[in-house]
C-alpha cells in the first residue's frame, strides 16, 4: 500500500450538520447500486468503515468482491486494485489525503489504510475505488459508498465535551440491528464503542432456539475455521443497519468470546471440543485472523485488542483484551477463584492497565472491559426466575453468588486492579462493560460486603444487548414483568448497584465533561421487527471526585 498526504488549508471543521450526516447514512443504501449487482466487475457489498481515531489519523475499511463467485471465506477471486480517498467535504472537492491498496484472496479481498497526517478533532468523509476486470491497479472504475469519520482531539487539547455511543452482543439470528440505525441516526456522537460480541459463533438454530431465529446465519454450521470465521464476518457486514453505522461514525472494537466461541480462555473455550473441533490454537488464530481482516481494528502486540486511545485532557480509553490471556473459568463454588495464580487480564495487560491509569493526564479514565467488574450476589430469588438469570450470568441453578466468566471469577486481578486505584488516588475511573444482555449502572466498592459503608474506587455502566437473549425471552413473557421481582432480589442483595434492567435490548450513549460521566440509555421497541423504534429508558452519571453513581431524570440533548 502506498499513501500520499495533500495539503489542505480549508478551516476546521465542527461536527458535521445534521442534513449532512443523513446524507452519508443514505449513500449506504444508494451508492452501493454501483457495484452490488454487477454481474463480472468488483463490488462493494460489505460496505466501508473507520476506527480507532487518532488526533492526526483514522483506520479505513472495506471489502471487494472482484467477481460473483469471490464470496467470504471462499478463496477465490483475482487481486484487484484499490484506490482510498479521504476528503474535508462530502463532495471530495478537497481531498487531504489519498493512496492505493490491492484486494488480495490473502486477506480475503479486504482493505485497511491506516491514515495519517489528519487534522485532530476534525470531520472527513473517504471512499474508496476499485479497478474493473482488466484495468490497471489502482483503477478508478467502481466507487464505494461514502463514509463519515471524525478524527480525536489534539494531545493535550481543553475538550468541552466527548460522546460515544456504546453496544454490545449482536446476534444475527435473535433480531434485527436496529439499535445501529438509531445510532447511525445521531449526528452528536465522536464514535462507537462496540464492547465485544459482534458476531456469534454457533450453529443456526443453537442460540437462540430454532423456534425463535428471525433469520438464519451463514454458514449454518459452527464456525471453527478461517473459512467459517470469514463468511460469518461478511454475512454481519451485509446488515444495512449494520453497514450505515459504520458509514457514519468510527467505530472502536474490542472482542469478548464469541468472536472465538462461548466461555473462551487461553486454552480453549465451553463451546469447544478438542479432536472433532480441532486445535484450539488453530481455531483462535483462524478467528484472530477473520476478525483482523473484517473490523477497523488495529492489533496491539501478539495479535491482541487491547490498546489506548486519548481524546485530549478530557478523557483517555483503555480497552482491555480479557479473553487471550487468561486462567480457565474455575468451577462454581470452587475457591480457586480467589487463587492469585489465576488471571483474567494476563500479568502484562494489567501492569499496562494500572500503569496507564496512574499516568493519565486525563480528567476521565474510560475503561472498556467486556465482562463486568462489579461483584455480584443474589439473595433469594423464586425457582422460576432464578434459573434462568443463573443462565444468563452462569450462574448455578442452586444461587452461589458468582459468576465465574466475569471479574467474579478472577478475584485478586479485581482486588489488585481496585486496590491500584485507591492507594494511587487514580479518581474518575469508569468502566464500560457488555456481556450479559442486560443494563446496569454499578459503584465499583472497595468491599462490596461493607458497601456504602466502604468507599467505592470507581463506577461502572453495561450496556445491554443489541439482539441476544436476555431474561423476558428465554422465559417467553413482556418484558418489564416477572423480572421486576428478580431485579429488585439483585438490587437488595448489591447495594452497589444503582440499577438493572433484565429484560431491554438496545444501545447506550455516554456523555462526557470535565464535570461529570453520564450514560443514557434507550431500548428498541422490538428486537424482531426491522422497523423498531428506540426509545429512552433511563440515565445515569458520576460526578466529577465521587466515585458514585446517581440517577438522573432527562438524557444529555
Known amino acids: 500500500m502506498t499513501r500520499r498526504h495533500l495539503s489542505a488549508t480549508p478551516s476546521r471543521r465542527t461536527v458535521v450538520k445534521a442534513a449532512a450526516a443523513t446524507a452519508v447514512a443514505g449513500s449506504v443504501l444508494t451508492a452501493t447500486a454501483t457495484g452490488a449487482h454487477a454481474a463480472d466487475g468488483p463490488a462493494f457489498l460489505h460496505g466501508v468503515a473507520s476506527g480507532d481515531p487518532l488526533p492526526d489519523g483514522i483506520l479505513l475499511w472495506t471489502r471487494v468482491t472482484p467477481s460473483p463467485d469471490a464470496v467470504p471465506g471462499s478463496g477465490l477471486g483475482a487481486p484487484t486494485g484499490v484506490v482510498w480517498e479521504v476528503a474535508e467535504d462530502q463532495a471530495f472537492t478537497r481531498v487531504a489525503a489519498r493512496g492505493t491498496a490491492v484486494a488480495r484472496a490473502e486477506a480475503d479481498h479486504t482493505v485497511k489504510a491506516d491514515v495519517r497526517g489528519l487534522r485532530p478533532a476534525t470531520t472527513y468523509w473517504f471512499r474508496f475505488m476499485a479497478a474493473p476486470p482488466g484495468g490497471p491497479e489502482g483503477g478508478q472504475g467502481i466507487v464505494s459508498p461514502v463514509g463519515r469519520t471524525r478524527t480525536a482531539p489534539a494531545a493535550g487539547a481543553t475538550v468541552p465535551g466527548i460522546r460515544f455511543g456504546v453496544v454490545s452482543c449482536a446476534n444475527w439470528e435473535a433480531g434485527w440491528f436496529s439499535p445501529y440505525r438509531h445510532l447511525a441516526d445521531r449526528t452528536d456522537l465522536d464514535a462507537v464503542l462496540h464492547l465485544g460480541d459482534y458476531i456469534y459463533e454457533y450453529a443456526s438454530g443453537s442460540y437462540p432456539t430454532q423456534d425463535t431465529v428471525v433469520r438464519p446465519h451463514a454458514p449454518l454450521h459452527e464456525i471453527t475455521t478461517l473459512a467459517d470465521y470469514r463468511l460469518r464476518h461478511g ?7 449494520l453497514q450505515t453505522l459504520h458509514a457514519t461514525h468510527p467505530v472502536i472494537a474490542i472482542w469478548d468470546d464469541h468472536e472465538f466461541a462461548n466461555d473462551a480462555w487461553s486454552g480453549g473455550a465451553e463451546n469447544h471440543t478438542p479432536g472433532t473441533e480441532g486445535s484450539w490454537a488453530a481455531r483462535v488464530a483462524a478467528a484472530k485472523q477473520a476478525y483482523f481482516e473484517w473490523m477497523p481494528v488495529r492489533a496491539s502486540t501478539e495479535g491482541t485488542v487491547y490498546r489506548r486511545l486519548s481524546f485530549g485532557r478530557l478523557a483517555e480509553l483503555h480497552l482491555l483484551d480479557l479473553r487471550s490471556f487468561r486462567s480457565e473459568q474455575a468451577s462454581i463454588g470452587n475457591g480457586a477463584v480467589d487463587d492469585p495464580e489465576r488471571t483474567i487480564t494476563g500479568r502484562a495487560q ?8 496512574t499516568a493519565s493526564d ?30 444468563l450470568l452462569g450462574l448455578p441453578s442452586e444461587g452461589l453468588a458468582v459468576n465465574v466468566d466475569q471479574w467474579d471469577g478472577y478475584t485478586d486481578d479485581r482486588k489488585e486492579l481496585i486496590s491500584h486505584l485507591r492507594d494511587n488516588g487514580v479518581r474518575d475511573t469508569v468502566f464500560l462493560t457488555g456481556d450479559i444482555h442486560m443494563a446496569w449502572a454499578n459503584d465499583v466498592p472497595v468491599k462490596a460486603a461493607t458497601y456504602p459503608l466502604s468507599a467505592s474506587a470507581a463506577t ?39 440499577w438493572v434492567d433484565l429484560d431491554s435490548h438496545g444501545y447506550g450513549v455516554l456523555d462526557v465533561t470535565a464535570e ?8 428498541v421497541s422490538d428486537k424482531t421487527a426491522k422497523d423498531a423504534t428506540s426509545s429512552w429508558v433511563r440515565s445515569y452519571r458520576t460526578l466529577s471526585g465521587t466515585q458514585k453513581i446517581e440517577r438522573v431524570n432527562a438524557p444529555v440533548r
Open 235 to 241: 454475512t454481519y457486514k451485509t446488515d444495512t443497519d
Open 460 to 498: 461502572e455502566f453495561v450496556v445491554t444487548s443489541v439482539t441476544s437473549d436476555n431474561l423476558d425471552d428465554i422465559l417467553r413473557v413482556a418484558p418489564q414483568t416477572v423480572s421486576l421481582v428478580a431485579a429488585a432480589a439483585v438490587k437488595a442483595a448489591n447495594r452497589h448497584v444503582k
Open 350 to 357: 494489567l501492569d499496562w492497565l494500572k500503569a496507564g491509569l
Open 362 to 391: 486525563a480528567r476521565w479514565k474510560l475503561v472498556g472491559t467486556s465482562v463486568m467488574i462489579s461483584p455480584v450476589a443474589f439473595g433469594a430469588l423464586p425457582a422460576h426466575l432464578l434459573a434462568p438469570l443463573a443462565e
Open 516 to 523: 461529570r460521566s453520564q450514560m443514557d440509555y434507550y431500548a
